[in-house]
């Protein structure tokens, strides 16, 4: 195997995202994974192999990342935890280049990968929730869900599992930067100001929900909440994702990787990213046009309703999971434009 490498151009930082596997335990019914290879309610396809990262395609991705990254997030779609070599990745990339980002459904997160998110000083832990109450949790995110102690917990305990694991972590003195995950769509509606009333009063000062808005993933779910955009941002924000196989995309919505521009076993990722093939490729891609997802998608990256919201003051004692809570928050939403 003959590999390229070569340095970064100067100040173009990468922001790559590494899939350990695109299997996952959940269907969030806002998710492209919830269809597999079933039709996907926008058109585009969903139907690419699923599996896991082997050590070398991992290995590769990480000097890689080393060498052109300015933030690489682990995980694209499916859920990392459930990776067998998960523990074992992480450690590996506690000496880095880059800032580590990740995101998981919390459901098989264990005291000893809480441990491993702070022994590698990851960033920022990205934690996906999208309701408060158990029924709406239950609807927007089904799923197996297990207990600390590795136990699957019955339908009802589901939500209340994870609750006990957030709080577990957020408690934690050392833990990392925080964002909890609000997905806002015709699933969760209604749930968007008692989660923040929940939630805010346990953050840390370096912790943050993030409430955003649901997106087609290229045209492949829909959800009566989406909106078009006028153009397409995935090149101007440099994202670049590799595959649980190594084979790399420009667009964190490409979930079935149709806009293949390489693979990182066999190119570097600045060759991939800069070089013809990619060169192409972006006069081919953005919302409406004729290539697969571009055709379906109309939304692109639409951040314009996307809302950042930290606490102001020193965590409080837990509370009881509110069900019905009605009272009105305190928060004052800010626009955001990252993802
Ligand atoms: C695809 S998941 C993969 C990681 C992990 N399984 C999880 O749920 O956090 C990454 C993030 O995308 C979000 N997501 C899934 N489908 C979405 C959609 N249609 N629009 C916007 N965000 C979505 C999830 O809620 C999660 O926060
Ligand atoms: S847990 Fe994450 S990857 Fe799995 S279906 Fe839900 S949003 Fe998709």
Known sequence: MTLATSQPRSGEGLRVSIELT????????????????????????????????????????VEECNR???TVELGFFGEQTLHPKYVDYL?????????????????FVTDEIMDVWV????????????????EVFNRARPGQV?????????????????????????????????RLVFVKSSWNEGEHDKFLEYWLPHMGPEDYVL??????????????TAQPVDNCNVWEMRFLMV?????????????????KIGNIMDDSIEHAYFGPVADRMRGLTGCGKSITPCSTCKDGNNWSENEIHRQETSPAPRAPLPQNSTTPSAYTPLR???P
């Open 146 to 178: 297990r207990d600390l102690q590795g136990k699957v917990v019955p339908e009802a305990q589901r939500l209340a599992a994870l609750h006990e694991k957030v709080h577990r972590w957020l408690e934690r003195p050392d833990h990392r930067p925080t």
């Open 22 to 61: 695109n299997t996952c335990n959940f269907t969030c019914p806002i998710c492209p994974q919830a269809y597999k290879a079933d039709e996907q309610p926008g058109g585009s396809p969903y139907n690419r192999r699923q599996g896991m990262m082997s050590e070398p395609v991992f290995r590769r991705a």
């Open 68 to 70: 052109v990254a300015e």
């Open 119 to 134: 022994e590698s000083e990851v960033n920022l832990v990205r934690l996906s929730l999208d309701a408060l109450t158990p």
């Open 243 to 259: 595959d649980w196989q190594g084979n790399l995309s420009p667009c964190n919505l490409d979930t079935n990787m149709d806009l």
């Open 91 to 107: 450690r590996a990339m506690k000496q880095r280049n880059f800032g580590l980002e990740l995101n998981t459904n919390i459901s």
């Open 336 to 338: 955001v434009s990252r």
């Open 211 to 224: 409430m955003k808005r649901v997106l087609s993933y290229g045209g492949k779910i829909t959800d009566p």
